[in-house]
């Protein structure tokens, strides 16, 4: 089956710092790539819809001067948080999506936590 | 809004008993419906989905109903196990819009 990968699937920073977070997917091409953010016991919260080449689309409420987003290649994205602040800890899970497919396969995480 | 409402939100079941998950949504524009099992700390894996023209599909286990007219759909799981014990979600392809989940807790 088709993998995603996230690396890290842990970081702990400072506030006032940036930090990376990878999303590859393994075995297929990702023309879409989803962002998603989890609190403890909710849901996944779409945070941005990124396809291949383009520029992100962000859900309202999203910050894309903070969250930033690139989708440079057909299986890698990455999201950068920018000047961290602990509100911002939280549990960041990308999915890939191959064209004009239904299924997405999710990442397994990266947990995010700032001091 | 919330377009896809899920129910309930915890479930305790013995084991070898029937997990029962709703969901109902809104628009009608969905045209896949997937379920997902996520485990603490892990991405959400998908289970098992369906498309709005049939009324079944089952998989081992897994089963998703669905009744178009009342723009709703289940899951059941059969002979549920302790290793069923996770939270489901419920999603609508559109714009990946996910349910709340259901933290499912099935007791040796």
């Known amino acids: 089956g088709a993998v995603v990968s996230q690396h890290p699937s842990w970081v702990i920073c400072k506030s006032g710092t940036s930090v990376k977070i990878e999303c590859r997917s393994l075995?297929?091409?990702?023309?879409?790539m989803f962002w998603y953010r989890q609190f403890p016991k909710q849901s996944l919260m779409l945070m941005a819809t990124?396809?291949?080449?383009?520029?992100?689309?962000?859900e309202q409420g999203v910050e894309k001067d903070k969250f930033l987003i690139n989708h440079a290649s057909l299986t890698l994205s990455t999201l950068t948080v920018t000047s961290a602040h602990p509100e911002d800890s939280s549990f960041y899970i990308c999915s890939a999506r191959e064209l004009a497919q239904e299924t997405q396969y999710f990442g397994p995480g990266t947990r995010l936590l700032v001091l | 809004q919330q377009q896809v409402k899920q129910s309930p939100q915890s479930l305790i079941v013995q084991k070898g008993g029937i997990s029962i998950i709703n969901c109902a949504y809104e628009n009608t524009a969905f045209d896949y419906f997937p379920w997902y099992q996520q485990f603490p700390g892990k991405g959400p894996a998908l289970l098992i989905a369906i498309r709005p023209d049939v009324s079944e599909k089952k998989e081992g286990r897994f089963t998703i109903s669905f009744n178009k007219s009342a723009k709703q759909f289940s899951l059941h799981i059969m002979d549920s196990q302790p290793g069923d014990s996770a939270t489901y979600f419920c999603a609508a392809r559109g714009k990946s819009t996910f349910g709340d989940g259901t933290t499912l807790t099935v007791k040796p």
């Open positions: 990124s396809n291949e080449g383009s520029k992100a689309t962000y």
């Open positions: 075995d297929f091409q990702a023309t879409t």
